[in-house]
């Protein structure tokens, strides 16, 4: 009886052929510090030749038999817990090492996770190329990398799912000839990333720029693409130096590899506008770390792309917000962040900060969440920005609408909480719910449930009369899973029109679909990183499809949900007071026949039943189809999902609930 040595941790097994003679071979992964790998050669009739072991790297995880070159002998790859090796084959059952793929991102350890890295491993043709791909999990991103046949791989498209992912399975789950990834996580949760061909899956694209922060997006090289600009934090006992990274898009949603330029201080909120007045835009920086030599840097563009080397300065103030505006209508661009306003010269420097009417307290809490946040609008309509604010002061969240006056000074005026919403405000937005309405407020905020134990996500909002004076709108509906992460944004997500509020909350994006009267339902979610200590987000339309694309800094680089147009679902929610029957449409916005479907989650136990349907096959462009829902009958309160689905991937999960 073979047992696992001392030094070892439970072992992993792959089998495939790897000698060519067409019989089923074994390979055993042996864990440990510096871990081995054992091919196993199956002999006939169930018995198998013992062959050398080879070194497998720093702590292996997983490993996997593929055939990675045109030789017609099986190959090794193996996971560990900084890249993945590949071992090469031969006639003889021997292996030599090949290429070593690292990981895009830190170790685990660095930025203070769990070994998640190399746990889930699988080989698939993923592009149909006639190559074998290769993906991997690395803590909470699957990252796949394409085969170039010669035992080599390309490049690294990398996916963002929940919590850690502890396995990985490949299957074609929508039936349409694509090999799909499904990904369980240690949080009990699984996700499904969906093979939409042209090497690109259904999920959070991953752009590696370690602890990004702050983020920012604009033309930044006058090329006519959305660019962005992150910066990034650094681990280091103040006074040090933090990083600007700038990633240059290329006007198809992906971005290139970031150029980093040094600024005099950890970091923290970045903004782009043109400071000096030469038509190029430049970035400025806050910082949100005490102890550095100075908390504002800024840098100034170069015509043509690039920016030069960046020059800091000390307001006296730390802030995790940063907007440039013109608030005293000078012409130059001001800088609005927590402690105040700076005045803009107009050659790249600012005057002294001029502090709000009272005190907007900056720091971070116990959860590394901060304190503070603030908005940009005009709250009157006289054309003069005025300043939201949220602050926690006197053991309570304070709301403030802080009136502008034209030369940087404001009239504040405080907002009541009539609803008694505000538990833990992460974020705050300022724009338009109502089209053609006046700027209304938004809060992300985090709410406990009744038994005390689950966070909720939930946006508070404050609808504006145009006068400067706002009305708290009634509770909306909540985004689970919230535990003090988040931030929220206002686009017209599902271009239908009507704006949509979108909201982070832990480990997920939120969209909260607008009903045309500053009323909204909840709609899709869709699996993300944690973001590192930050309520930044960004939304630009990265691929110039016209739709609103979704961009999150997080601890291993820059996250971006690319917004896929879909057919338009109405109404998102069905809600029942009584027995009878309600209906949803669906409207082929695009210029493509679509495939669409409903199904309902639990038909054989629900109290709800499709009674009738009229999608169920293709919808011409510009053509509607439409679903009925019946509540046949039940005591209790009953809930459940309908799923419309457009071109075999789930476009709408519409809740149903009959009281």
């Known amino acids: 009886m073979n047992t696992v040595p001392t030094n070892q941790q439970t072992p992993r097994l792959a089998a495939g052929n790897l000698n060519g003679d067409n019989l089923t071979d074994l390979v055993v992964e042996y864990t440990a510090k510096s871990g081995t790998v ?73 930025i203070g996770f769990g070994s998640f890295f190399g746990t889930g491993l699988v080989l698939a043709d993923f592009d149909k190329d006639g ?27 990398s996916y963002a799912v929940q919590a850690s992912p502890v396995s990985m399975l490949v299957a074609d789950v929508n039936g349409d000839g694509y090999p799909d990834l499904a990904v369980p996580d240690n949080g009990e949760k699984l996700n499904v990333l969906v093979n939409r061909a042209n090497r690109k899956f259904a999920g959070a694209i991953n752009t590696a720029s370690p602890l990004a922060l702050g983020i920012v997006t604009a033309d930044l090289n006058h090329d006519g693409k959305q ?3 992150v910066s990034n934090f ?28 040094t600024i005099g201080m950890h970091g923290g909120a970045i903004a782009a506008g043109d400071v000096n007045g030469d038509g190029v835009l430049d970035l400025v920086v806050t910082n949100t770390y005490a102890g550095d030599n100075a908390d504002t840097s800024v840098l100034l ?72 946040y603030i908005g940009v609008g005009d709250f009157n309509g006289d054309g003069i920005h005025d300043v939201a604010a949220a602050f926690f002061a006197n053991n309570a969240w304070e709301v403030w609408a802080l009136i502008g006056d034209g030369k940087g000074g404001f009239t504040g005026h405080q907002l009541q909480d009539v609803n008694s919403q505000i538990s833990t405000v992460v974020g705050l937005t300022v724009g338009k719910l109502i ?42 509906p909540p985004l689970t899973d919230g535990a003090f992460e988040g931030t929220v944004k206002i686009a017209d997500f599902n271009h239908d029109g009507i704006p949509d509020i979108g909201m982070s909350s832990g480990d997920q994006f939120v969209v909260d679909l607008g009903q045309g009267k500053g009323t909204f339902v909840a709609g899709p979610s869709f699996p993300v990183a944690p973001a590192f200590q930050t309520d930044n987000i960004a939304v630009a339309d990265l691929n110039g499809d016209g739709w609103p694309d979704v961009l999150f800094p997080d601890v291993n680089g820059i996250e971006r949900l690319i917004n896929v147009p879909v057919p338009t679902v109405s109404p998102a929610r069905l809600s029942y007071t009584a027995n009878g029957t309600k209906t949803v449409t669906v409207r082929n916005t695009l210029s493509t026949t679509q495939s669409v479907t409903a199904a309902l989650a639990d038909p054989a136990m629900s109290a709800f039943k499709i009674t009738a349907k009229t999608c169920n096959g293709a919808l ?13 009958g039940r005591a209790a309160a009953s809930n459940d999902t309908l799923y419309v689905s457009a071109a075999g991937s789930v476009i709408s999960q519409g809740a149903l609930h009959g009281n």
Not at 244 to 252: C, I, K, T
Not at 347 to 359: E, H, I, N
Not at 622 to 631: E, F, H, K, Q, R
């Open 620 to 632: 011409a462009p510009g053509a509607t189809c439409t679903i009925s829902v019946g509540l046949i």
């Open 227 to 229: 660019d962005v600009a």
């Open 38 to 110: 054992t091919p196993y050669f199956a002999t006939g009739g169930g018995a198998f030749r013992k062959g050398a072991s080879h070194s497998a790297g720093t702590s292996p995880t997983a490993v996997a038999i593929g055939k990675f070159n045109n030789d017609g002998f099986g190959d090794i790859a193996v996971a560990t817990q900084t890249g993945v090796q590949i071992l090469l084959g031969d006639s003889a059952g021997t292996f030599t090492t090949g290429s070593f793929i690292a990981y895009p991102y830190p170790s685990p350890q660095s």
């Open 435 to 476: 089209v053609g309405g006046p700027d209304d407020i938004v809060l992300a905020n985090n709410t406990v449930d009744q038994f005390a134990s689950i966070v909720n996500g939930q946006p508070v909002i404050f609808i504006g009369k145009g006068t400067g004076a706002f009305q708290e709108a009634a509770l909306q």
């Open 301 to 372: 563009g170069i015509k043509g792309g690039g920016f030069q080397a960046a020059r800091n300065y000390t307001l006296g103030a730390l802030s995790n917000n940063a907007y440039l505006v013109d608030m005293n209508k000078d012409g130059k661009l001001d800088l609005v962040e927590t402690g105040g306003v700076a005045l803009g010269n107009g050659d790249g420097t600012f005057g002294p900060l001029k502090p709000y009417p009272q005190s907007v307290p900056f720091e971070q809490n116990t959860y590394a969440r901060f304190t503070a």
């Open 234 to 261: 650094v681990q280091c006992s103040a006074p040090c130096n933090g990083k600007v990274s700038v990633l240059y898009g290329s006007g198809s949603g992906s971005l290139a590899a970031p150029k980093t330029y």
């Open 131 to 157: 190559k074998l791909d290769l993906a991997v999990t690395t803590n909470l991103f699957v990252d796949v990398y394409w085969g170039t046949g010669t035992g080599s791989f390309s490049g690294v498209n």
